[in-house]
């Protein structure tokens, strides 16, 4: 598990730890998953490692280190991601190579450096958290473009380590009502903006990561054995991803 200090990757974490299962989670910082773990009151269930996703061999040595710790693998979440720049004029070449290592190459790393322990362990399940953002337009262009290739990658992994009993699949959240960040912040500062943002759901709420959490459980488990190549939408039918309302 990418991102699995907090926010929706903390949420995972602990949903797939309340289910019985050993999870290795990494993150940038060191306190932060510690923080998790305090919160948990985890054992050597949970693994943990700090490191940037954007460089390959840390995140290769985490694999490494956590099938080694576990005796294999049987899926992988890559839930780590963002964006960096702003507009097309302002946004540089940097911009946008650190935008596509984060959301594609980290992906893409993580897929290959898992899929020896899947085919070891007879298949196993590939989950990346994408987002709406991936085909519904909105600010900036450099992340929906990476949110974009994810799923197409989805597409095309499921189809190359399929017959190796692989399935890739990818969930794609709506805005996320996470304490302390955007929407939230929003709420409190701005009501009538976030009013206005609401607008964008049928049921003027916004997703929770709990919400969110439950379908990666569940594309990770035997009971969706029969899923591969799926973007899964979980977003209580938002329609413009961002409150610039396109």
Request: glycine fraction near 12%.
């Amino acid at each position: 598990m990418t991102g699995g200090s907090r926010g929706l990757g903390g949420e995972v974490v602990r949903l797939l730890l309340a289910e019985g299962a050993r999870v290795a989670a990494c993150a940038r910082k060191a306190e932060s998953l510690d923080g998790l773990r305090r919160s948990l009151g985890a054992g050597d269930e949970l693994f943990t490692q700090p490191l940037d996703v954007t460089e390959p061999e840390r995140l290769e040595q985490f694999v490494v280190s956590a099938a080694a710790s576990f005796g294999g693998l049987d899926g992988a979440v890559a839930c780590a991601g963002g964006a960096r720049g702003r507009g097309i004029t302002e946004a540089t070449p940097e911009d946008w190579a650190v935008t596509w290592a984060l959301n594609v190459g980290h992906f893409a790393r993580l897929a290959a450096s898992v899929t020896p322990h899947l085919r070891a362990s007879g298949g196993g399940s590939v989950v990346v958290v994408s987002s709406i953002s991936g085909w519904k337009p909105g600010p900036q262009a450099q992340y929906g473009a990476s949110k974009a290739a994810q799923l197409h990658m989805v597409s095309s992994l499921a189809r190359e380590l399929g017959p190796h009993g692989i399935r890739v699949n990818a969930v794609s959240p709506g805005s996320m009502m996470i304490p302390g960040k955007r929407w939230d912040r929003m709420r409190q500062e701005d009501p009538v903006a976030y009013e206005r943002f609401t607008a964008e759901f049928p049921g003027r709420e916004l997703v929770r990561p709990e919400e969110v959490a439950d379908v990666i459980a569940f594309l990770l488990s035997h009971q969706a054995r029969a899923v591969t190549g799926v973007n899964l939408p979980v977003d209580r039918g938002q329609n413009a991803p961002t409150a610039q309302g396109y």
